[in-house]
């Protein structure tokens, strides 16, 4: 004990120093980003912890470099190998001791960005904190005892330093390269699909790296394998350090080596990792130049051997040795190639299929949806789904060899149903391995996999209501978040009943089926986020007519924040956009009506749409359109906002600058009020874009109105006629203008319809 | 005890300690004299555990030394380049020593520190270089143990510490049993303060002896005759050297001098004279008479001791 407690005064200086570090580092990061205007979604473990990732390196090296220095000073040594100490003991003492300050460090900084986060009311995922505490330390440990190994071997600073990074990095590096190489080879296997062995992160110190290298692996590095993968590698070298120090002699320190030997050793080790890239398949995709490779190498070796031995003569007498590194690249590039080529070419039976799994086509992105995380657990043992599987492998292989990449195009034939999915196949032997596919028809593969019940059940589960952080981009205590959970809760009770996935991602796509037609029709979108255990997801949910309770509650919302639509300086503009006169001048309106009756009977949802400025090559035909939108502003005048999704109902939105006659602009007041309002100094002659609601959102200098957020707007029975008329000579319009302008034909389908019946399809808003 | 027995230490291709055999009895102060690179710290370096031999035992005890706790916490070291942690004070070496000597003692700390009048609480890294041997001293002798190992610490002493030490060490070693080793390549440095003292020659003990008697046992007669003579005259007595220039002699002898001189006088000289020897010549003589040279340091045959 009493060793252990002078190695912890003894590296209390440093172990303070980062302490503080920490202490600020984590304050510091953790209000910036608490106090962020933005956030769609919970942080990532990254994100949060980010000080205690410099810490892994700067805190492993520092305190193995602080707590091993004795071994780089002839008399430090000797006075600490003199001590009534064994050896064993005070390895053991001095590594306790910075594992304490590691774990302190650690400690002190997740619990003030905890702090920190939750008196800011910021969401964050709990687990992350459990976590972090026990991966930060072992990382941290990881470099403390690769650094310790090395100061075993060596007695200089600098020979101590340089050989920390060998043994931290060398054979992560060599793995790195490998692994990329197979990846450059190979196109249908990712980072994420590689055998364990050659996975960057199941090595959490070194995986830090990689997963700012590949993002994609960082779903997986705070995996709990991974953090007791890597606590038993440190572990194992801690071991070994401590082997290494109880034989180190004292005498080795100030010398770089033992041996001149053991100097031509790690001169071909620091070679390694620059013969190496021969094997990850830099140089062929970034065309670098073997003899310029070989130079680097060379030159490396050179002068490592140079400053080491202090002597040419034992340099030319020790380069001979050079040719094992370079014959191990050389080999690394050949085996890489053929082990890529025997990954690759691996196809296996049907029936020797247990079962697959479809990991998600996002499943490297920041988040996922809630319902690809649950397909991703399902094991579809079904001979469809595990044939179509294997035969899309054997295909995607052999365009491969014969291409040399995945030569599939997105044509008529195959109706862009083309899908890449990641599929991990589980044989009946254990074995298991995965590829990202390419499968000819995304709609073949759902349709088989509808067969399994776990998956049907999977696609249509909602995240658990407690477990959502963020609704629409606002976090727990946002207004966005209190308004808009009343139409999450709606869609949470209406979904079950429907026979909606949750994710549009897994639906059958039927190219003949027209999206805004009765049901289908959508009337917004809805995005949540948030996490279950440490998985974070971010979903997005379509509310359709089919869901009118959703839709209906989503019109309450939209109209409740659209409060003043200014429909008369709207009118007013509509008014004047025939005669503009200022070449600056210009007026546009575009209009989506729900529930459009047509002629085959169905409902649909339709844009229209009039754009007005001078000199405009089309001004004669949208004179003609000119009346039809001065009257559509009459009745949208005397229209009233609706929360009905069935009723004939439109939503409008509008922007222009246009002068009155004299040469003030309409909506002029408007532009002074919400400047003054805002506190801006301008008042006039500048653009306003405001909301409906009479939040300023942008104001520049040009004197334009641009109106946004309009309330969903039903007509009175008597305008309904009417409306529907114009819009049917709108349509015609709008048609001969677009046909005119772009070219095409009119499609064949059906037009809008004589009358609307305010039938209640499907069912009545509640 | 401290016995050695044939260990040999190397460095490369340079043998710093080549067959060494010696013993170090309890209780003593035990003098290690040598010139430079003869191998003095290179074994109190052995013998406190600090290197390991390449070949040959080195045991305290009975036990062997390298890395072993138990032997070693009867030992203490006080290097000729000291070690202070950076930026520390004699309060905080002390709790370095105290949570490794587990016989530390704080009076005896204190008490020290008062005799040598060393601020605890100043940094060490502003003590001048005696006072910084003052300091790893007092560290050392606070640490009760019960073998005290000393590299050439007294060579940077002013001779009024130097008193200090050696009472403090006579004090240890007649009230606690306890050993000194002390090495210094000057062997005045060690005549007034050893009991024991060795030599140390090429990395092994060509001389070991008790200093009283060396002191005692070699004497230098002047002596000269009216008649003719030579060192066959002698017969009895064990003469190591013997040189005559004209009538007078000069002869190194081992053994007995009020002896020695009864027997010479018996024989009528004209001169006769016992003289002492210094302990620096009482080693060359003996050196010389085990067959070195330190001149031509060539091995003439014969064990070392």
């Known amino acids: ?766 | 005890m401290i016995k050695a027995r044939k260990l040999t230490k190397r460095f490369g291709t340079v043998e710093a300690l080549l067959n060494l055999n010696c013993n170090i009895p309890q209780g003593c102060i035990y003098g290690l004299v040598g010139a430079n690179g003869a191998g003095k710290s290179t074994f109190l370096r052995l013998c406190n555990g600090i290197y390991k031999p390449d070949e040959g035992h080195i045991s305290i005890n009975g036990g062997e030394v390298f890395d072993n706790p138990v032997v070693k916490d009867h030992c203490v070291f006080v290097p000729d380049e000291l070690y202070f942690l950076p930026q520390s004070n004699l309060n905080r070496m002390a709790l370095l020593y105290e949570s490794m000597y587990p016989r530390f003692s704080t009076e005896r700390f204190a008490d020290l520190c008062a005799a040598f009048k060393l601020d605890r609480t100043r940094q060490l890294n502003t003590f001048s270089k005696g006072m910084r041997r003052q300091a790893a001293t007092i560290l050392a002798l606070s640490a009760m143990t019960d073998y005290v190992f000393f590299d050439e610490t007294f060579d940077g002493l002013d001779p009024v510490m130097r008193n200090l030490v050696r009472g403090m060490l006579y004090d240890d070693v007649l009230e606690r049993g306890c050993t000194a080793v002390i090495t210094s390549h000057s062997l005045r440095e060690l005549e007034d303060t050893c009991d024991q003292l060795a030599l140390l020659y090429q990395g092994g003990i060509v001389f070991e002896s008790d200093v009283q008697n060396l002191k005692t046992s070699l004497f230098k007669v002047q002596v000269a005759f009216a008649k003719d003579y030579d060192r066959s005259q002698f017969t009895n007595m064990e003469i190591l050297s013997f040189t005559k220039q004209g009538s007078v002699a000069n002869m190194i002898i081992r053994g007995d001098s009020s002896m020695a001189k009864v027997v010479i006088a018996a024989q009528n000289p004209l001169i006769l004279e016992i003289l002492p020897l210094t302990l620096e010549e009482v080693f060359l003589y003996e050196m010389e008479a085990l067959g070195y040279s330190f001149e031509a340091p060539v091995l003439k045959g014969g064990e070392r001791a």
């Open chain 1, 1 to 766: 004990m009493k060793p252990y407690l002078e190695s912890i005064r003894r590296l209390s200086r440093l172990g303070l120093i980062l302490l503080a570090l920490s202490f600020v580092a984590s304050v510091v990061v953790s209000i910036q980003y608490c106090t962020a205007l933005y956030h769609d979604n919970v942080p990532s473990i990254t994100k949060m912890f980010s000080p205690l990732i410099a810490f892994i390196y700067a805190g492993g090296v520092v305190l193995a470099m602080d707590g091993f220095s004795f071994l780089n000073k002839r008399s430090d040594s000797d006075f600490y190998h003199s001590l009534p100490v064994s050896r064993k003991r005070l390895f053991w003492a001095i590594t306790l001791a910075a594992l304490t300050w590691i774990a302190a460090t650690v400690l002190t900084n997740v619990l003030l960005t905890v702090m920190v986060f939750t008196l800011t009311k910021t969401p964050f995922v709990q687990l992350y904190a459990l976590v972090a505490v026990p991966f930060f330390t072992i990382a941290t440990m990881m470099v403390f005892s690769a650094c310790a190994i090395a100061m075993s071997l060596t007695g200089t600073t600098i020979t101590g330093l340089g050989l920390t990074i060998l043994v931290f990095g060398l054979f992560r590096f060599v793995q790195f390269a490998v692994a990329r190489g197979i990846v450059a080879n190979t196109p249908i296997i990712s980072w994420l699909d590689l055998p364990w062995y050659l996975t960057p992160v199941t090595n959490i110190a070194t995986g830090q790296i990689a997963q700012l290298l590949r993002p994609m692996l960082r779903h997986t590095l705070y995996a709990p394998i991974n953090i007791f993968y890597s606590a038993v590698i440190t572990g194992a070298e801690l071991f070994l350090a401590r082997v290494l120090f109880e034989k180190r002699p004292s005498e080795l320190a100030e010398h770089g080596a033992k041996s001149a030997a053991l100097q031509t050793v790690f001169a071909c080790a620091a070679v390694i990792p620059v013969v190496i890239l021969f094997a990850s398949g830099v140089m062929t995709q970034q065309g670098f130049s073997i003899p310029i490779v070989v130079g680097i190498a060379v030159g490396i070796y050179i002068i490592y051997q140079l400053v080491a031995l202090r002597s040419a003569k034992k340099m030319m007498l020790s380069l001979p040795w050079l040719l094992v590194p370079l014959a191990l690249g050389v080999a690394g590039y050949f085996g890489t190639t053929s082990a890529a080529k025997s990954l690759q070419s691996f196809v296996p039976n049907t029936q020797d299929v247990a079962y697959v799994q479809l990991n998600g086509a996002n499943r490297g992105s920041e988040y996922v949806s809630y319902q690809q995380y649950l397909v991703s657990k399902v094991q579809f043992t079904e001979t469809d789904v595990c044939q179509y599987a294997v035969e899309t492998l054997r295909d995607n292989v052999a365009t491969i060899r014969t291409s040399g990449y995945l030569n599939y195009t997105y044509d008529d034939q195959s109706s862009y149903m083309l899908s890449t999915q990641p599929v991990t196949f589980v044989l009946k032997d254990g074995r298991k391995f995965s590829r990202v596919l390419m499968f000819l028809n995304q709609n073949t593969l759902l349709s088989y996999c509808q067969q399994n019940s776990a998956f049907n059940e999977a696609i249509q589960t909602l995240p658990p209501p407690s477990s959502t952080r963020y609704l629409q981009g606002g976090d727990l205590y946002d207004k966005a978040y209190l308004e808009n959970s009343a139409i999450l809760a709606t869609y949470y009770e209406e979904l079950p009943q429907t026979d909606y996935p949750a994710n549009d991602f897994y639906r059958i796509f039927d190219p003949y089926m027209n999206y805004m037609v009765d049901e289908e029709q959508n009337y917004g979108n809805i995005s949540t986020a948030g996490y279950v255990g440490m998985m974070r997801y971010w979903d997005s949910y379509t509310i359709r007519l089919g869901m009118p309770k959703s839709s209906a509650a989503w019109m309450a919302y939209t109209n409740n924040h659209s409060k003043n639509e200014h429909l008369d300086i709207m009118q007013q503009m509509i008014r004047k956009s025939a005669t503009l006169t200022s070449d600056m001048d210009y007026f546009n309106i575009s209009m989506m009506v729900y529930n459009v009756p047509m002629s085959d009977g169905t409902k649909q949802t339709m844009s229209f749409y009039l754009d007005r400025s001078p000199n405009d090559p089309a001004a004669e035909l949208k004179d003609q359109m000119q009346p039809l939108m001065n009257e559509f502003a009459e009745i949208l005048l005397r229209s009233k906002p609706t929360t009905n999704p069935n009723d004939f109902c439109v939503f409008t939105a509008w922007g222009g600058r246009v002068h009155n006659d004299d040469g003030t602009f309409i909506g002029g007041d408007i532009i002074a009020r919400q400047y003054a309002s805002s506190g801006n100094s301008f008042v006039s002659g500048g653009s306003v874009y405001f909301v409906s609601n009479g939040n300023v959102l942008y104001g520049g200098i040009s004197g334009g109105i641009s109106a946004y957020n309009p309330s969903f707007r039903s007509f009175t029975p008597e305008d309904q006629a009417r409306v529907i008329e114009i819009l049917q000579q709108w349509k015609s319009k709008q048609d001969e203008y677009n046909f005119t302008m772009y070219g095409g034909t009119p499609i064949e389908g059906p037009s809008i319809g004589e009358k609307y019946t305010a039938a209640p399809t499907p069912t009545p808003a509640g």
